[in-house]
């Protein structure tokens, strides 16, 4: 098999060349097409992991370290900074340096923190290390999906991005399952532990296997202003998400960072028409295709992510499952995605993406639709049936919008494509647990006197109340201690019922997201340029 460097017609229309006389040539394993997506699967399954396993994790490291609550939330926050802030420039870095020389960095790099957090005793070492955990990462994640979209021909190309999908929906879902058992009965340390072997195994496939491709018209340059603003407008952007909770959406450091963050774009996105290699050529945006594919991410993301933060306080505070039960519960999910992914992959192949990216989100907005229905009685056996829909839903999105994004790109830019698949999924979660949290937070204030003075219960003071509204915007009854049974059960029932009008109205948000996103759905189309990379043979 010979690798493939042909150039694609890119924004400044270069016509096709010729193939390199230095491509790289495969042997055996070497640059086979499905031992290379099982290695960027091993790879990229400990970052999907990471992004949930260590939720559970975050108790048991609060009261080994003595952390503060403050403290602990830099643990997810530091991460998620350094994941959406760097994917793209990592990405170029793929595009200039090689994938495969960025994965394997990634790999090890990722690993290496792992272990690190593991031998950490102190708080602030498990957040320094966990920014790490995030750049590296952000290098991994793109140079994966350049690796695929240089290897696999166009018609294997998206069930390839199937199992790819597959791998990290998998990931995604089971993480709270696993690091419920290993916090459960080992120690919150193993969670980041387990991330050695598999880095370990990532790398050695990767050296065997693994084949750099190289376009023939790469980068050969930075963009450093471009990099610099780009990086800071990304970091106002998501600071302001992560903040907006706590501060509030009225209070001016929110709308400060959002409108920084608006001068950052603005002139990240003039600077980049001057320069003669941009770090993200913004003519990749004239292919309505491909702004539609980053556009249907960022609303997959918010209706999923978004949706799926309050079920899992539904099932932990409301139906009093323990953490693996929760993740037991959420199977369906996980389990439809597993199976759908790669029959999604198939399914655009064979009729292009259109048309099953609309079902996908009609799926998705029936999905939560029922999610809203949710009461706080309701049995296993009807959760299921929404869980096990959500992940239909999914799949052909995460799968189809990977592909419009990436195969809409020119070759010499799949790194710069991938990164921008990656981010706008890592927004859109963040914005919709922003944007539904302040729905839930919204409608639990304006609900929660009156029920509690319906239910008969003592008067609240507004300090109290605010703590109490604070405590059932997460499921949890603001019971102290001490208090009569009977008046237990009162508030408990009050705490309980709030909350879920509150689950109902974001799903109901996250619903109408999803609808809009069958419009967008409708001008996707096939990459353009997908036969770019298309290697041949051993397939």
């Known amino acids: 098999m010979t690798s493939q460097t042909i150039g694609t017609t890119g924004s400044g229309g270069q016509a096709p060349q010729a193939p ?36 559970i994790a975050n108790p048991a490291i609060q009261k080994d370290l003595k952390a503060s609550f403050a403290d602990v939330q830099w643990i997810t926050n530091g991460y998620f900074l350094a994941l959406a802030v760097s994917l793209i420039t990592a990405g170029k870095l793929g595009d200039r340096f090689g994938h495969r020389q960025t994965f394997l960095i990634g790999v090890t790099g990722f690993a290496a923190a792992s272990g690190a957090i593991g031998l950490s005793h102190s708080i ?12 590296f990462g952000a290098l991994l994640m793109p140079a994966a999906l350049g690796l695929l979209r240089a290897t696999f ?13 597959m791998v990290i929906g998998a990931s995604t879902a089971g993480g709270p399952i696993l690091g419920g058992v290993l916090v459960e009965h080992v120690n919150w340390q193993s969670v980041f532990f387990i991330n050695v072997p598999v880095g370990a195994i990532a790398l050695v496939l990767g ?11 790469a980068p050969r340059s930075f ?65 309505v295709p491909l702004s539609a594919g980053v556009v249907l991410m960022v609303l997959m993301a918010i209706a999923f992510m978004g ?22 519960h959420l199977l369906p999910l996980t389990g439809m995605m597993i199976v759908a992914s790669p029959l999604a992959g198939f399914a655009i ?46 799949a052909p999105v995460m799968v189809g919008a990977t592909e419009v994004i990436v195969g809409n790109a020119p ?32 409608k639990v204030d304006n609900d929660l006197a009156a029920n509690w003075k319906d239910a008969g219960l003592p008067p609240l003071t507004p300090a109290q109340l605010h703590q109490a509204s604070e405590a059932v915007q997460v499921g949890v009854a603001p019971v102290a201690k001490g208090t009569p049974e009977p008046i237990v059960a009162k508030i408990t029932g009050v705490a309980h019922d709030t909350f879920i009008s509150g689950m109902s109205l974001a799903s109901l948000v996250a619903c109408g997201v999803a609808a809009v996103a069958v419009l967008v759905a409708l001008l996707t189309k096939r990459g353009e340029n997908a036969e770019a990379g298309a290697g041949v043979g051993h397939i």
Request: glycine share 14%.
């Open 349 to 394: 192949t064979k009729l292009g993406p259109r048309v099953p990216l609309a079902g996908g989100m009609i799926a998705t907005a029936v999905a939560m639709y029922g999610m809203s229905t949710l009461e706080v009685d309701t049995g296993s056996a009807v959760m299921s049936i929404w869980f096990g829909l959500l992940g239909l839903g999914l």
């Open 153 to 165: 021909p166009a018609e294997k190309l998206n069930m390839a991005i199937g199992i790819w999908g």
């Open 307 to 328: 949706g799926l933060f309050f079920v899992t306080f539904y099932l932990q505070n409301v139906h009093g499952m323990s953490p693996i039960d929760a993740g037991l």
């Open 223 to 287: 963009d450093i202003l471009g990099i610099a603003l780009l990086s800071a407008a990304m970091f106002c952007l998501v600071w302001a998400l992560i903040k907006a909770p706590t501060w509030g959406w009225g209070d001016g450091r929110t709308w400060t960072f959002i409108a920084a963050s608006v001068l950052g774009f603005a002139l990240f996105s003039f600077w980049e028409t001057k320069v003669k290699e941009p770090l993200i050529p913004l003519g990749l945006f004239r292919s």
């Open 124 to 135: 602030a070492a498990v957040v320094t290390f966990r920014v790490f955990q995030g750049l």
């Open 20 to 55: 390199s006389e230095e491509a790289p040539r495969s042997s055996g394993l070497r640059g086979h097409p499905w031992f290379t997506l099982i290695t960027v699967a091993v790879g990229v399954m400990m970052v999907a992991l990471d992004g949930t396993i260590v939720a």
């Open 411 to 442: 070759m010499e830019l799949s790194g710069v494509a991938g990164g921008l698949q990656q981010a706008a999924m890592q927004i859109g979660g963040s914005l919709g647990t922003a944007v539904l949290g302040a729905v839930m937070a919204s």
């Open 207 to 217: 050296l065997l296997i693994l084949l750099d491709h190289r376009a023939e018209n």
